[in-house]
């Protein structure tokens, strides 16, 4: 459960906040001075702070001073009169999160509360390598993976901009978060922001801020997120989807860590490492006029590949016990197992949707099963009946029949349906032929009546390859046939 502590002298803010939040599953601490929040922020260290900028005993300011020194990573907002704005600025300034003004709309602390709570999930929640155990890690121990895992640890000490790449749902945002856990700015903020989700008007004053009278509706002095996490990190998510004119103004900022806000001549000087992330092709992007070549190249300093789970296919078992222990806690259920036949039925998924896509699946078969073991029933209706690569190659019934298999073909109403069928036909016998056979290639090249060179090229273009070492699914292992990745 998230914690709030609320510090503030008048008595009746301080009973809002317990009442506004009673049902959001929110915990809500308050004190009255300042000596009572500092206390109650060393003994329970909440996620969020809402301060007040005039408390009896000590100001806002020098409050939240003291906590920034022990603990840069909490979320701060500040409530204050119209009076003491200028405070409140310069407490954003100086890294805190946002500031309200008094009387304080619902609305808008709602909103400003929940990005908080996210902002300090991000930065407390450190994301570890595959070999350490974490409520928040990389998990998979694939070929890819481990390459995946060894360049963030080569990139996340140098202080360059990161560009990463990858379809979406395959977890860039996860990946971002452990560049910033594992960098030399660790003790600094950490703020994410979607370019795709916030209106290009916006973007800008949300990006570096505004004075008052920018622009209509501008009815205060805004700081940006590069000056709220000046010496921090900023992930910028679909970077893909930035208007060129704001392009250009974010390549002047790479380049000299120097902005104006709107409305004003007045350059703010930041030093912010920024990690952007998309899930387009830039290089298209680029050729066709709407991504600035110049600024493409001053992002991708590194570049970091975000593998498809489809390339990965080895990684859903620890996967799918991966989201089973984690969704235990949050749906209160007592899953001890995900059942053989059900990993099976995982791993013959494309996945098109990738990792999110996975989790989406476990949750709700999670939600409609029962017991201790996950097992196939329980899954997704409209996930049931899936195989492998099924967005790309020809369906094969379930029955065996191959006149259903031809009828079928002939329905897609595609060409070259000979090279589709012996497809369709390979994928089914040669994993079939050497289960059987125990993963010895001669022998299923006996059977086949192929040569083992011809067996090897057919696996080959199909994307499977053969274990060196063939393990019986009884004893644990799998099929003897992994996806290439």
């Not at 990463?164 to 030399?184: D, N, Q």
């Not at 490492?273 to 992007?285: G, I």
């Not at 799918?320 to 001890?336: P, Q």
Request: one cysteine or more; a negative charge.
């Amino acid at each position: 459960m998230p914690v709030l502590l609320v510090i503030d002298d008048e008595q009746n803010i301080r009973y809002s906040f317990r009442c506004v939040f009673a049902d959001e599953n929110i915990e809500v601490l308050t004190a009255g001075t300042a000596e009572e929040g500092i206390r109650l922020w060393e003994e329970r260290r909440p996620d969020v702070v809402v301060l007040d900028i005039q408390l009896p005993d000590r100001t806002g300011l020098d409050v939240f001073q003291e906590m920034k020194r022990r603990d840069f990573k909490t979320p701060v907002l500040f409530i204050t009169a119209q009076g003491t704005t200028d405070t409140a600025l310069e407490a954003m300034k100086q890294g805190a999160y946002d500031y309200l003004i008094k009387p304080v709309d619902l609305d808008r602390l709602n909103q400003l509360l929940s990005r908080a709570f996210e902002a300090a999930r991000l930065m407390r929640a450190p994301i570890l390598f595959p070999e350490e155990e974490s409520a928040d890690r990389i998990v998979g121990k694939s070929a890819v993976m481990q390459e995946m895992c060894k360049t963030i640890g080569r990139i996340a000490p140098q202080d360059v901009n990161v560009l990463i790449l990858g379809e979406s749902g395959t977890g860039k945002e996860l990946v971002a978060r452990a560049l910033y856990h594992h960098s030399r700015r660790a003790d600094q903020p950490f703020l994410a922001i979607n370019c795709a989700a916030i209106p290009e008007t916006l973007l800008e004053s949300e990006l570096f801020g505004h004075e008052q009278g920018a622009f209509t509706g501008a009815a205060r002095r805004r700081i940006g997120k590069f000056e709220q996490c000046d010496r921090g990190t900023l992930f910028l998510d679909e970077i893909g989807d930035m208007a060129p004119a704001l392009q250009a103004k974010m390549l002047r900022v790479l380049q000299e860590q120097r902005f104006e806000r709107l409305g004003s001549n007045e350059p703010v000087q930041t030093h912010v490492r920024v990690l952007a992330a998309t899930n387009q092709n830039l290089d298209e992007l680029v050729e066709q006029g709407r991504f600035r070549k110049d600024f493409y190249y001053r992002l991708k300093v590194a570049t970091l590949h975000v593998p498809a789970l489809r390339n990965r296919l080895e990684d859903v078992p620890e996967l799918a016990h991966y989201f089973l222990f984690r969704f235990n806690r949050e749906l209160g259920a007592d899953y001890r197992s995900v059942a053989p036949e059900t990993l099976e039925l995982l791993q013959q998924n494309a996945w098109p949707g990738n990792v999110r896509e996975m989790q989406s699946v476990i949750k709700e078969a999670m939600l409609q099963g029962a017991g201790h073991i996950l097992f196939p029933e329980f899954l997704p209706a409209d996930f049931l009946g899936k195989s492998i690569d099924a967005h790309c190659a020809p369906p094969c019934d379930k029955s065996g029949s191959l006149e259903q298999l031809v009828e079928s073909l002939l329905q897609t109403g595609k060409r070259d349906l000979y090279s589709q069928a012996v497809e369709a036909l390979e994928r089914v016998l040669l994993p079939r032929v050497l289960r059987d056979t125990k993963g010895h290639q001669t022998q299923a090249s006996e059977l086949l009546g192929l040569s083992r060179g011809t067996l090897r090229q057919k696996l080959k273009n199909l994307g499977f390859s053969i274990d060196k070492v063939f393990h019986d699914e009884s004893n644990g292992g799998d099929n003897g046939i992994s996806r290439n990745v």
